[in-house]
C-alpha cells in the first residue's frame, strides 16, 4: 500500500509538471492526413507529440539564454536528434506495455487527473473548467491528455519494474572506500642538482644520435605558416600628427583633478547612536581604558566596516576641520556630527598635496591627443584599403601606397612576438587558408593589418645537425639526472642502517596520513602513486626534473569503514551508485525493447514539422 501511494503521488507530480510546461506553447497542431513520424513496434509515434517536445526544448533553451533559438541552431546543437531519440525511446516502452497488458483502470486515472495542480481551482478542488481551458492551451483534446496520462503511468509501472531491486553490494562500496581513503605514512628528502659529486663525461656520437631518436617531440618544428602581412601601428603615425597647444592646455583644464590633487587624509569613522554614547567612548580612548580597534569590535564591527579610505577635508563635512587639525596617525578627534549620526575620527595617513605642472604634464597629453588622432587617421583609412584590395591591390601595393609595414613571418601557435602579440592577428594567422583573399583587419590599439599565406608548412623533424647544441644539452641534462639518481640510492645501504637523511645533510620532511590525491610541493608527478606501490620500511629513488627524491615508507593507514564520516559517505555512495546502475539497466532495456519491436521512421513528415520552427 506505502508503495502504491508513494507511485501515485509520483505520478501526480510528473503529469502537473508535463501540463505546466504544455500549457502557453499555443494550440499548434499538425495537422493533416499523415500525424504519424515512426511506428515502434505497433505503436505509432504523432507528429504533434514531436512537435511539443521539440517546442518544449527550444523555449526552455531560450528562457534559460535568453537567445531565440532557430531549428538550424537547434540542429547544430543536436537538440532535434535528441528529442526525437527520447519520443522513440518512449513509445517503444509504451508499445512493450501494450504488448505486456500493462494499464491503469478508469477509476485510478480519474484519481490521477483531479489531483493535478495544475487543473484545480483556487479552492484547491478539481475545476472542469480549468481543466478544458488548460488542455485547449496545450493543444490537446480530452481524450489524447487521458490516453497519454494512461501510457505514462503504464510505463512507469513497467520502469518500476525493471529496475526495481537494484543494489549496490556492501563489498563493492568497501573496496572502493578502503582504496580511495587508505593513507601512508613517508619520509623524503630532495637531492639537489649542485649536489651532484660525479663530473658529466663528454657524450659519445652515439649517445647523442640515440638521445635525438628516442626524442623526436623535442625536435620537431610545428605546423608553420609563412605569411606576409602589412602593418600600420598607429605608433608609426604619431610623428607625423600635428597637436595644437591650444588642445593640450584644454585637455589638461580638463584633467585639473587628476593634476591639481589637494591634501587628503585616511580616515576611519566610528558612528554613534546617541553624543551621550560618542562622548563616553571619547572618555574611554582618553583614559587609556578603550582602545578605537576595541570600540569597533564591540560593535561587531570590523576595521573595514568603518573605513572611509582617503578623503578631502570637503568630504568629511562638519568633521573636517578637526580630522584636518590632526598631526599623528593614529590620532582620534570627536564626537563631530556626520550624515550617520555623531560620529568619532581616527587619521591614519596624511596623504600631502599633488600639483603637476602644465609643463610636466605636457608630454604626456600631447602623447595621447597624437595617439587618438593617430587612430582616427588610420580608423579613416580603413574603407579605402578595403577598396583597393577589393579592387585588386596586394598586400605589396597597400604597404608602398599607404606607407605601411611590410614584412614575412613564419607563424606558429604559440608565437607571441610583434605582430603577433595582439589576439586579431593570431585568431587571424590560425584560421588563414591558402585560399582566402587578403582583408583589412582592425588591431585592439586601432591599428590595422591584412595578411596573405604564402606558404604551409607541415610538421617536420629537423636533422640532428641542425639541432646538434639542444640534442647535447638535453642528453647532458638526462645524464646530469640518471648519476644524480645513482648517486640516490648509493645512499640507502647507509639509511637502512644508522644513517638517517638529516645526518646526511639533506632536509627531511615527515608526511602523515595523506590519501593518493595529495599534492606535495616539490615533488614530481606520480609521486604519490610510486609512494602508494611501496612497502613499509621500502626506500625508492624517484626522479623529477632538476632533482631525485629519496623517500621511505614508514606505514600504511587502513581506512576506517565505521566511524560515522565513513558510513555517512559510503551510504551516500551506495545510493548514487544504485541510481547509476539502474539508470544504465533502464537505457539497456529500452534499447533492447526497441531492437525488438523495430523501427520505421517517417522522414518527410519528421522534416515538415522541423520547418514549422525555421
Given at each position: 500500500m506505502a508503495?502504491?501511494?508513494a507511485?501515485?503521488t509520483f505520478g501526480?507530480i510528473?503529469?502537473?509538471?508535463?501540463?505546466?510546461?504544455?500549457?502557453g506553447?499555443?494550440?499548434?497542431?499538425?495537422g493533416g492526413?499523415v500525424r504519424?513520424i515512426?511506428?515502434?513496434?505497433?505503436?505509432?509515434v504523432?507528429?504533434n507529440?514531436y512537435l511539443r517536445?521539440l517546442?518544449?526544448?527550444?523555449?526552455?533553451?531560450?528562457?534559460?539564454t535568453?537567445?531565440r533559438?532557430t531549428m538550424?541552431?537547434?540542429?547544430g546543437?543536436?537538440?532535434d536528434q535528441q528529442?526525437?531519440?527520447?519520443?522513440?525511446?518512449t513509445?517503444a516502452?509504451?508499445?512493450e506495455?501494450?504488448?505486456?497488458?500493462?494499464s491503469?483502470?478508469d477509476?485510478?486515472?480519474r484519481d490521477?487527473i483531479?489531483d493535478?495542480?495544475?487543473?484545480?481551482g483556487?479552492?484547491?478542488?478539481f475545476?472542469?473548467?480549468?481543466?478544458?481551458?488548460?488542455?485547449e492551451?496545450?493543444?490537446?483534446t480530452?481524450s489524447e491528455f487521458e490516453?497519454?496520462?494512461r501510457?505514462?503511468?503504464?510505463?512507469?509501472?513497467?520502469?518500476?519494474?525493471?529496475?526495481?531491486g537494484?543494489?549496490?553490494?556492501?563489498?563493492?562500496?568497501d573496496?572502493?572506500?578502503a582504496?580511495?581513503r587508505e593513507?601512508r605514512d613517508?619520509?623524503?628528502?630532495a637531492l639537489p642538482?649542485d649536489?651532484l659529486?660525479?663530473?658529466?663525461?663528454?657524450?659519445t656520437?652515439?649517445e647523442l644520435?640515440?638521445?635525438?631518436?628516442a626524442h623526436p617531440?623535442?625536435?620537431?618544428?610545428?605546423e608553420?605558416k609563412v605569411i606576409t602581412?602589412?602593418?600600420?601601428?598607429?605608433?608609426?603615425v604619431?610623428p607625423?600628427i600635428e597637436v595644437?597647444?591650444a588642445q593640450?592646455?584644454?585637455?589638461?583644464d580638463?584633467?585639473?583633478?587628476?593634476y591639481?590633487v589637494?591634501?587628503?587624509r585616511?580616515?576611519?569613522?566610528l558612528?554613534f547612536?546617541?553624543?551621550d554614547?560618542a562622548?563616553a567612548?571619547m572618555d574611554?580612548?582618553?583614559?587609556?581604558?578603550?582602545?578605537?580597534?576595541?570600540?569597533?569590535t564591540?560593535?561587531n564591527?570590523?576595521l573595514?566596516d568603518v573605513?572611509?579610505?582617503?578623503?578631502?577635508?570637503?568630504?568629511?563635512?562638519a568633521?573636517?576641520?578637526?580630522v584636518f587639525?590632526?598631526t599623528?596617525p593614529?590620532d582620534v578627534?570627536g564626537?563631530?556630527?556626520?550624515?550617520?549620526?555623531?560620529a568619532?575620527?581616527?587619521?591614519?595617513?596624511?596623504?600631502?598635496?599633488?600639483e603637476?605642472?602644465?609643463e610636466?604634464?605636457r608630454e604626456?597629453?600631447h602623447g595621447?591627443?597624437a595617439?587618438?588622432?593617430?587612430r582616427?587617421m588610420?580608423?579613416?583609412m580603413?574603407?579605402e584599403l578595403d577598396?583597393?584590395m577589393a579592387?585588386?591591390?596586394?598586400i605589396?601595393?597597400?604597404a608602398?601606397?599607404?606607407n605601411?609595414r611590410?614584412?614575412t613571418l613564419r607563424?606558429?601557435a604559440?608565437?607571441?612576438?610583434?605582430?603577433?602579440a595582439?589576439?586579431a592577428f593570431?585568431?587571424?594567422?590560425q584560421?588563414v587558408t591558402?585560399d582566402?583573399f587578403?582583408?583589412?583587419?582592425?588591431?585592439?590599439d586601432?591599428?590595422?593589418?591584412a595578411m596573405?599565406l604564402?606558404?604551409l608548412?607541415?610538421?617536420?623533424?629537423q636533422d640532428q645537425?641542425?639541432?646538434?647544441?639542444?640534442v647535447r644539452?638535453?642528453w647532458?641534462?638526462e645524464?646530469r639526472?640518471?648519476?644524480l639518481?645513482?648517486?640516490?640510492r648509493?645512499?640507502?645501504?647507509e639509511?637502512e642502517?644508522e644513517?638517517t637523511?638529516?645526518?646526511?645533510?639533506?632536509?627531511?620532511v615527515v608526511e602523515?596520513?595523506?590519501?593518493?590525491?595529495?599534492?606535495v610541493e616539490g615533488?614530481?608527478?606520480?609521486?604519490?602513486?610510486?609512494?602508494?606501490d611501496?612497502?613499509?620500511?621500502?626506500?625508492?629513488?624517484?626522479?623529477?626534473?632538476?632533482?631525485?627524491?629519496?623517500?621511505?615508507?614508514d606505514?600504511?593507514?587502513?581506512a576506517d569503514?565505521?566511524s560515522d564520516e565513513?558510513r555517512?559517505?559510503?551510504?551516500?555512495?551506495?545510493?548514487?551508485t544504485?541510481?547509476?546502475?539502474?539508470l544504465?539497466i533502464e537505457?539497456?532495456?529500452?534499447r533492447?525493447?526497441?531492437?525488438r519491436?523495430?523501427?520505421?521512421?517517417n522522414?518527410?513528415v519528421?522534416?515538415?514539422?522541423?520547418?514549422q520552427?525555421?
Amino acid at each position: 500500500m506505502a508503495t502504491g501511494k508513494a507511485s501515485r503521488t509520483f505520478g501526480w507530480i510528473l503529469m502537473g509538471l508535463v501540463m505546466v510546461g504544455l500549457v502557453g506553447f499555443g494550440s499548434t497542431n499538425f495537422g493533416g492526413s499523415v500525424r504519424s513520424i515512426a511506428t515502434v513496434g505497433d505503436t505509432e509515434v504523432d507528429a504533434n507529440r514531436y512537435l511539443r517536445e521539440l517546442q518544449s526544448e527550444m523555449n526552455a533553451f531560450q528562457a534559460e539564454t535568453g537567445q531565440r533559438l532557430t531549428m538550424e541552431m537547434a540542429k547544430g546543437f543536436g537538440l532535434d536528434q535528441q528529442v526525437l531519440a527520447r519520443v522513440i525511446a518512449t513509445a517503444a516502452l509504451e508499445d512493450e506495455t501494450a504488448r505486456m497488458g500493462i494499464s491503469v483502470g478508469d477509476a485510478q486515472l480519474r484519481d490521477r487527473i483531479v489531483d493535478i495542480p495544475a487543473f484545480k481551482g483556487v479552492d484547491g478542488k478539481f475545476d472542469r473548467e480549468g481543466y478544458t481551458f488548460a488542455l485547449e492551451q496545450s493543444g490537446l483534446t480530452a481524450s489524447e491528455f487521458e490516453q497519454s496520462l494512461r501510457d505514462e503511468v503504464s510505463r512507469q509501472i513497467l520502469q518500476a519494474a525493471v529496475v526495481n531491486g537494484v543494489a549496490t553490494q556492501p563489498v563493492y562500496v568497501d573496496t572502493l572506500y578502503a582504496y580511495a581513503r587508505e593513507a601512508r605514512d613517508f619520509t623524503w628528502a630532495a637531492l639537489p642538482m649542485d649536489q651532484l659529486e660525479t663530473e658529466v663525461p663528454a657524450p659519445t656520437d652515439d649517445e647523442l644520435t640515440a638521445y635525438y631518436e628516442a626524442h623526436p617531440q623535442d625536435f620537431t618544428l610545428p605546423e608553420t605558416k609563412v605569411i606576409t602581412y602589412a602593418w600600420m601601428n598607429p605608433e608609426d603615425v604619431i610623428p607625423t600628427i600635428e597637436v595644437e597647444e591650444a588642445q593640450i592646455r584644454a585637455l589638461y583644464d580638463e584633467r585639473a583633478s587628476e593634476y591639481l590633487v589637494p591634501e587628503r587624509r585616511m580616515v576611519e569613522r566610528l558612528v554613534f547612536n546617541s553624543n551621550d554614547e560618542a562622548e563616553a567612548a571619547m572618555d574611554a580612548l582618553a583614559t587609556g581604558n578603550q582602545t578605537f580597534e576595541g570600540l569597533v569590535t564591540g560593535r561587531n564591527l570590523q576595521l573595514s566596516d568603518v573605513d572611509l579610505g582617503d578623503v578631502s577635508q570637503d568630504e568629511l563635512g562638519a568633521a573636517g576641520e578637526a580630522v584636518f587639525a590632526l598631526t599623528e596617525p593614529g590620532d582620534v578627534t570627536g564626537p563631530h556630527d556626520s550624515d550617520l549620526g555623531p560620529a568619532i575620527y581616527r587619521m591614519n595617513a596624511i596623504l600631502e598635496a599633488r600639483e603637476t605642472s602644465f609643463e610636466e604634464a605636457r608630454e604626456e597629453l600631447h602623447g595621447e591627443l597624437a595617439a587618438d588622432a593617430a587612430r582616427r587617421m588610420i580608423g579613416d583609412m580603413v574603407t579605402e584599403l578595403d577598396d583597393q584590395m577589393a579592387g585588386g591591390a596586394t598586400i605589396e601595393e597597400i604597404a608602398k601606397s599607404h606607407n605601411m609595414r611590410l614584412d614575412t613571418l613564419r607563424w606558429t601557435a604559440g608565437n607571441s612576438d610583434g605582430i603577433a602579440a595582439y589576439d586579431a592577428f593570431r585568431e587571424a594567422a590560425q584560421a588563414v587558408t591558402t585560399d582566402d583573399f587578403p582583408e583589412i583587419t582592425l588591431l585592439e590599439d586601432g591599428g590595422v593589418f591584412a595578411m596573405r599565406l604564402d606558404e604551409l608548412q607541415a610538421p617536420r623533424l629537423q636533422d640532428q645537425a641542425e639541432v646538434a647544441d639542444a640534442v647535447r644539452a638535453g642528453w647532458e641534462a638526462e645524464k646530469r639526472l640518471e648519476l644524480l639518481a645513482e648517486q640516490a640510492r648509493a645512499l640507502i645501504p647507509e639509511l637502512e642502517g644508522e644513517a638517517t637523511l638529516s645526518s646526511l645533510g639533506l632536509t627531511e620532511v615527515v608526511e602523515e596520513g595523506l590519501t593518493r590525491e595529495a599534492f606535495v610541493e616539490g615533488t614530481p608527478p606520480g609521486f604519490m602513486a610510486a609512494v602508494f606501490d611501496m612497502a613499509p620500511g621500502d626506500w625508492q629513488v624517484l626522479e623529477a626534473e632538476d632533482r631525485v627524491i629519496l623517500v621511505r615508507l614508514d606505514a600504511v593507514q587502513p581506512a576506517d569503514q565505521d566511524s560515522d564520516e565513513a558510513r555517512e559517505l559510503k551510504a551516500s555512495f551506495a545510493a548514487g551508485t544504485a541510481q547509476e546502475i539502474a539508470l544504465d539497466i533502464e537505457n539497456a532495456f529500452a534499447r533492447a525493447v526497441q531492437a525488438r519491436a523495430g523501427i520505421e521512421l517517417n522522414r518527410a513528415v519528421i522534416n515538415a514539422v522541423n520547418a514549422q520552427f525555421q
